[in-house]
């Protein structure tokens, strides 16, 4: 599978954004999605998961009650609202997949097997 995410920009403090991630070549339906960010100097961060169904969520202490992980299987798509931003929310977010399997969602990037190419968001103060 193939992902593309889009979405990001300039916002200000307290503003919104909604990340999407595309996917191809193969139905989303046959993965979990994690959202996961990286500023610069840092490592790569987890931000949120959802599974292949969408009934299960997981999110970083970070972004609870700011972030919303949410899917459209028909399609083909993830989505990442953001709200309530702040300037330590800036970096290059990526969204990544892993083939659904019948365990709890993973926030560990590594075993996360496909992934977009990032978008920047920039929160101004």
């Known amino acids: 599978v193939q992902l593309q995410a889009s979405g990001g920009g300039l916002v200000q403090t307290g503003g919104s954004l909604r990340l999407s991630c595309a996917a191809s070549?193969?139905?989303?339906?046959?993965?979990?999605v994690g959202w996961f960010r990286q500023a610069p100097g840092k490592e790569r961060r987890f931000v949120a998961a959802i599974n292949w169904s969408g009934g299960d969520t997981s999110y970083a202490d970070s972004v609870k009650g700011r972030f919303t992980i949410s899917r459209d299987n028909a399609k083909n798509t993830a989505y990442l609202q953001m709200s309530s931003l702040n300037p330590e929310d800036t970096a290059v977010y990526y969204c990544?997949?892993?083939?659904?399997?019948?365990?709890?969602?993973?926030?560990?990037?590594?075993?996360?097997?496909?992934w977009g190419q990032g978008t920047q968001v920039t929160v101004s103060s």
């Open positions: 070549g193969r139905t989303l339906n046959l993965y979990d």
């Open positions: 990544a997949a892993v083939v659904r399997l019948p365990r709890p969602l993973s926030s560990n990037p590594n075993e996360y097997i496909y």
